[in-house]
């Protein structure tokens, strides 16, 4: 495997002022939690939703070290169904100090340019800015903010920056080439 070059930019938001929400498309498209952990799902989900844009940190994990993550407190997954099928998915962790972070965001390739990433994005910041409310010890969300990098698909930065989130933060690294486990030969990308 050779070196690939690898930018990630960190953006962010302060105030809820800040999100610039997108409209719903048509259509029937619900956002559901996924309020039961499921090591199984989640990892449907980032396999899916990662599979041909590199996304390879989470694949080796075992199912306890899912089941640790998705357990703990001020952590969601939210998942937006189109037609009652699976389209993508945003995840959040509260953090210190009222800081929450969307740690991982993204469609199935199939569900991809129809406007719906925009829809999630803008419900998942919305519920971001006021998760650090819902746990104990908390005193609201005062920071919502995420990454993301040259692999991510080509609409990813443009729909972060529409949606009103800042960027505060770039690095360029070098890392392995890595192997993914999709999308099958055959399988609707866009």
């Known amino acids: 495997m050779s070196d690939i070059s690898v930018t990630t930019w960190s953006l962010e938001q302060t105030a809820p002022a800040d999100l610039l929400p997108a409209s719903a498309p048509g259509g029937d498209l619900r956002i559901v939690r996924a309020e039961v952990p499921s090591p199984e799902f989640s990892r449907f989900l980032y ?8 996304w390879t940190d989470r694949l080796a994990w075992t199912y306890a070290r899912w089941q640790e993550v998705l357990d703990r407190p001020g952590t969601e997954t939210w998942v937006a169904y189109d037609r009652g099928t699976p389209a993508g998915y945003v995840e959040l962790e509260a953090q210190d100090d009222g800081v929450v972070e969307i740690v991982y965001f993204g469609l199935l390739p199939a569900f991809r340019g129809r406007r719906i990433g925009g829809h999630l994005l ?5 519920r971001a800015w006021d998760l650090a409310e819902r746990w104990p010890g908390r005193d609201g969300t005062k920071r919502v903010w995420l990454h993301t990098c ?3 698909g080509e ?3 443009d729909n972060y920056l529409r949606r009103g989130f800042r960027l505060f933060d770039t690095k360029v690294e070098q890392e392995k080439e ?4 999709g999308p099958w030969p055959g399988a609707h990308t866009v």
């Open 47 to 54: 396999a899916s939703v990662g599979g041909d844009i590199l």
């Open 122 to 126: 803008s419900f998942g910041t919305a």
């Open 150 to 152: 040259s692999k991510d």
């Open 155 to 157: 609409h990813a930065m």
């Open 178 to 181: 890595a192997v993914t486990p």
